[in-house]
Structure formats: structure tokens, C-alpha cells
């Protein structure tokens, strides 16, 4: 360490300001960042000095980093402003192609950088503004979420907690007391009243059918190829999980993890927030087969007792050749009314799930859609609510 005098106090001004200029990068790439954790890395900074690299990564990763989400964040920006190297370019990325970093967290790091190329005209940039135009919207809606700036990004949010409609109802085979009597005349009840009055059935007592809540299940793949989704897709998740009780939300990288208690909380931030913390394999591996056979013997019988639907949303990029996927999905698919797959690769035109995973989960599925706009999550609200009066 150098003594104090006027060199130092330079030097340590100079650190200074750089480390409150890298707080402030990671804060406007999303990251929560307080006072207290930048003095926290000063401390760290200058408990294990500047002579080594390594240290003064893990000094202000163990301080800065919360979350597992933000790794790639941290990485990327330490990256560009501390060794020098420049960002990448994040144009549209190919769907097998091999990245050091997911573009997500690229781009947000390049935007907080202002170094960005403009992926879109001018014209074409999305306002966050409560009010959003018509074309404006439709815009935002044709726009892969992959691409979409952090701008844009906040505005889909927003956007998808109105998309959702509510669930509909499955006819059981109960019957109720109803004036309209559309299923017919309830004799049971008839012959109760008449009791009253000598036994002549004076008014006739009509019934209808009962109905029940249709149980939606979500299984949503968070692993490293689906990064540039998976925060999307909670959100949609938290919107479907606010229309009724009967929605139960999983996520799974290399394990299956119930955020349905966390995405039940009424601000979407929080919810989200809160289902990430709960999760220890965020952006790592994928073991498809492995997670649904933890929810075949620990969950379906519990939560699918109704057959509920089921709505898979993975890219079938299996890490794990020692479980049966295409057995496990079978299984699913006989528990549940209707099986749903989702899949962001299915956007292009020349796309054939031919790798393992993706060609077991294929023959087992009612209907594959693609989840990479805003538009195809309005697409697949719209089937959920319609799947029940269509199925019955």
C-alpha cells in the first residue's frame, strides 16, 4: 500500500472515481445498487489491494453481485471498463451459435455504456410513456425480445401484465340450481318442493351444470440458452398466476424449483424479484428429462388431479442423456388435458427439432407455438383462455 501524501490521495481519488463510475454503468444496466454497497467494494478494494486482477474481480463481484441473474452483467461491464476489452456486437444472434456471454446482458451493458449501434431507425425506438400509439404498440409487439432494448424491455413488461385474460371454467358432472335451467329440469328438487304441496309438483326446479377452475401448469426452462427469455417470461408467468389460484409456476436449469408462492405477489417487480432468489441454477445447465421427471412423482398427482393443462417452455437443448425425455413427457402428457410447448427456435422458418431433446418432446404435444415477441405471448393468453370452452 502507498503511504499518505499527494500522490496517494490522487491515486485514491482516481480509483475512487472509476469505481463510482462502474457502480453507476451496473446500476443503469439493471443491477440494485445502494450507497452501501459501494462503499462496501471501496472496502473490499482496499482489503486486498490493486496489484491483482483476480482479486479486484471476486473483491467487487462478492460485493456488488446479489443475484445469480447478474453475473453476466458484472462480467461483461467489469470487461469493458476494467480490462479495456470492447464489447462485442449484439446484432440478431444465430440459434445454435456459440457466445462468450448471452446478448441480453451485452446489450444492456452497451446501452449503459452509450455504445450501442443503433440496431432500428430512430423512428422505430418504443416510448415508455404511459400512453403508448397504436403503431407504436404494434411495434413493440413484432420485436424479438432478444433484441429488445432495456427501454423496450420495460415497456413489454408493463405490457404483458395486460395481455392476460381470465381462465375459463371446465363443466363437471355436478349440477346446481339454476332459474335459466339450460341442462334440463333437476326431478331431485322437483320432488322436494311438490312435498310441501301434497305432492304436486306446482313449479318445476331447473339445474344447469356446475363448472370448476381450469388448473394451468408452467414449466419454464430458465438454463444459459434461454436467458434472453426466461425474465419475460416470469413476468407473463406472474400476470397468469393474478387471474386465479389454480396456476402453478416451476422453473428448471438443472433442477426443478415451485416459484408459485412467489409469483402470487401482487407487484410484478417484487414477484419477480422474488422467484429469482428463490432460484440456484439461473442461466447454468439444462436437464430437461431430469426436471420433469422431478414433477411426474413429487407434483403431478397433487396439482393435476383435474387434468389441468400444462405449458412446457423449453428450446429442447438437453445437457443430461441419462433420463428418458421423450418417457417423462409421455407421462406428463397422460396427466393433463392438453400439453403446450414453447419454444423460442420455433421462429425460424427452417427449423426442425431434430436434436435429442427437442425430437423426444415433439410426438408427446398438442401444440408447439413460438414465444419470442410480444405478440406470441399475446397470441398464447388468448388460447389459454379459449383452450377450455374448445376442450369441452
Same mark, same amino acid.
Given at each position: 500500500? *502507498?503511504?499518505?501524501?499527494?500522490?496517494?490521495?490522487?491515486?485514491?481519488?482516481?480509483?475512487?472515481?472509476?469505481?463510482?463510475?462502474? /457502480?453507476?454503468?451496473?446500476?443503469?444496466?439493471?443491477?440494485?445498487?445502494?450507497?452501501?454497497?459501494?462503499?462496501?467494494?471501496?472496502?473490499?478494494?482496499?482489503?486486498?489491494?490493486?496489484?491483482?486482477? @483476480?482479486?479486484?474481480? %471476486?473483491?467487487?463481484?462478492?460485493?456488488?453481485?446479489?443475484?445469480? #441473474?447478474? /453475473?453476466?452483467?458484472? +462480467?461483461?461491464?467489469?470487461?469493458?471498463? %476494467?480490462?479495456?476489452?470492447?464489447?462485442?456486437?449484439?446484432?440478431?444472434?444465430?440459434?445454435?451459435?456459440?457466445?462468450?456471454? $448471452?446478448?441480453?446482458?451485452?446489450?444492456? /451493458?452497451?446501452?449503459?455504456?452509450?455504445?450501442? $449501434?443503433?440496431?432500428?431507425?430512430?423512428?422505430?425506438?418504443?416510448?415508455?410513456?404511459?400512453?403508448?400509439?397504436?403503431?407504436?404498440?404494434?411495434?413493440?409487439? &413484432?420485436?424479438?425480445?432478444? +433484441?429488445?432494448?432495456?427501454?423496450?424491455?420495460?415497456?413489454?413488461? @408493463?405490457?404483458?401484465?395486460?395481455?392476460?385474460?381470465?381462465?375459463?371454467?371446465?363443466?363437471?358432472?355436478?349440477?346446481?340450481?339454476?332459474?335459466?335451467?339450460?341442462?334440463? /329440469?333437476?326431478?331431485?328438487?322437483?320432488?322436494?318442493?311438490?312435498?310441501?304441496?301434497?305432492?304436486?309438483?306446482?313449479?318445476?326446479?331447473?339445474?344447469?351444470?356446475?363448472?370448476?377452475?381450469?388448473?394451468?401448469?408452467?414449466?419454464?426452462?430458465?438454463?444459459?440458452?434461454?436467458?434472453?427469455?426466461?425474465?419475460?417470461?416470469?413476468?407473463?408467468?406472474?400476470?397468469?398466476?393474478?387471474?386465479?389460484?389454480?396456476?402453478?409456476?416451476?422453473?428448471?436449469?438443472?433442477?426443478?424449483? @415451485? *416459484?408459485?408462492?412467489?409469483?402470487?405477489?401482487?407487484?410484478? @417487480?417484487?414477484?419477480?424479484?422474488?422467484?429469482?432468489?428463490?432460484?440456484?441454477?439461473? &442461466?447454468?445447465?439444462?436437464?430437461?428429462?431430469?426436471?420433469?421427471?422431478?414433477?411426474?412423482?413429487? %407434483?403431478?398427482?397433487?396439482?393435476?388431479?383435474?387434468?389441468?393443462?400444462?405449458?412446457?417452455?423449453?428450446?429442447?437443448?438437453?445437457?443430461?442423456?441419462?433420463?428418458?425425455?421423450?418417457?417423462?413427457?409421455?407421462?406428463?402428457?397422460?396427466?393433463?388435458?392438453?400439453?403446450?410447448?414453447?419454444?423460442?427456435?420455433?421462429?425460424?422458418? &427452417?427449423?426442425? $427439432?431434430?436434436?435429442?431433446?427437442?425430437?423426444?418432446?415433439?410426438?408427446?404435444?398438442?401444440?408447439?407455438?413460438?414465444?419470442?415477441?410480444?405478440?406470441?405471448?399475446?397470441?398464447? #393468453?388468448?388460447?389459454?383462455?379459449?383452450?377450455?370452452?374448445?376442450?369441452?
Amino acid at each position: 500500500m *502507498v503511504g499518505p501524501g499527494p500522490a496517494s490521495g490522487r491515486r485514491g481519488g482516481h480509483i475512487a472515481a472509476n469505481l463510482l463510475a462502474f /457502480i453507476r454503468v451496473l446500476r443503469r444496466a439493471g443491477m440494485t445498487l445502494g450507497p452501501a454497497d459501494g462503499i462496501a467494494a471501496a472496502t473490499a478494494l482496499r482489503t486486498v489491494g490493486l496489484r491483482r486482477r @483476480d482479486d479486484v474481480y %471476486w473483491a467487487l463481484r462478492t460485493t456488488l453481485v446479489r443475484r445469480s #441473474a447478474d /453475473i453476466d452483467v458484472f +462480467d461483461d461491464a467489469f470487461r469493458a471498463l %476494467w480490462q479495456g476489452i470492447a464489447l462485442e456486437p449484439v446484432g440478431q444472434s444465430k440459434p445454435f451459435g456459440k457466445r462468450r456471454r $448471452p446478448a441480453p446482458a451485452q446489450r444492456r /451493458i452497451a446501452e449503459a455504456l452509450g455504445t450501442l $449501434p443503433p440496431a432500428r431507425s430512430s423512428e422505430e425506438k418504443i416510448s415508455t410513456g404511459s400512453a403508448l400509439g397504436a403503431s407504436r404498440r404494434e411495434r413493440l409487439g &413484432s420485436i424479438d425480445i432478444a +433484441d429488445m432494448s432495456v427501454d423496450e424491455m420495460r415497456a413489454a413488461q @408493463d405490457a404483458v401484465q395486460k395481455l392476460v385474460r381470465p381462465l375459463g371454467a371446465i363443466p363437471t358432472r355436478r349440477y346446481r340450481a339454476a332459474p335459466s335451467g339450460r341442462d334440463g /329440469i333437476d326431478f331431485r328438487g322437483t320432488l322436494r318442493l311438490a312435498a310441501r304441496t301434497g305432492g304436486v309438483p306446482l313449479r318445476l326446479q331447473l339445474r344447469q351444470r356446475r363448472a370448476r377452475p381450469v388448473s394451468v401448469v408452467v414449466l419454464c426452462d430458465i438454463s444459459g440458452s434461454m436467458a434472453a427469455y426466461t425474465r419475460m417470461l416470469l413476468h407473463f408467468m406472474h400476470a397468469l398466476s393474478q387471474t386465479r389460484r389454480r396456476v402453478f409456476c416451476f422453473v428448471f436449469g438443472t433442477r426443478l424449483t @415451485d *416459484v408459485t408462492r412467489a409469483l402470487r405477489l401482487g407487484d410484478p @417487480d417484487r414477484a419477480v424479484q422474488r422467484a429469482v432468489e428463490q432460484v440456484h441454477d439461473w &442461466s447454468g445447465g439444462t436437464r430437461i428429462g431430469a426436471a420433469l421427471r422431478s414433477f411426474n412423482r413429487h %407434483w403431478s398427482r397433487r396439482i393435476l388431479t383435474d387434468g389441468g393443462m400444462v405449458v412446457l417452455v423449453t428450446d429442447g437443448l438437453e445437457r443430461d442423456p441419462g433420463v428418458d425425455v421423450g418417457a417423462e413427457t409421455a407421462r406428463l402428457r397422460r396427466s393433463c388435458r392438453r400439453l403446450v410447448w414453447l419454444n423460442p427456435l420455433l421462429r425460424y422458418a &427452417s427449423f426442425q $427439432p431434430r436434436a435429442g431433446g427437442m425430437a423426444a418432446i415433439a410426438p408427446h404435444v398438442d401444440e408447439a407455438r413460438t414465444v419470442h415477441t410480444l405478440d406470441s405471448l399475446r397470441a398464447l #393468453a388468448e388460447s389459454l383462455a379459449d383452450a377450455p370452452a374448445r376442450q369441452a
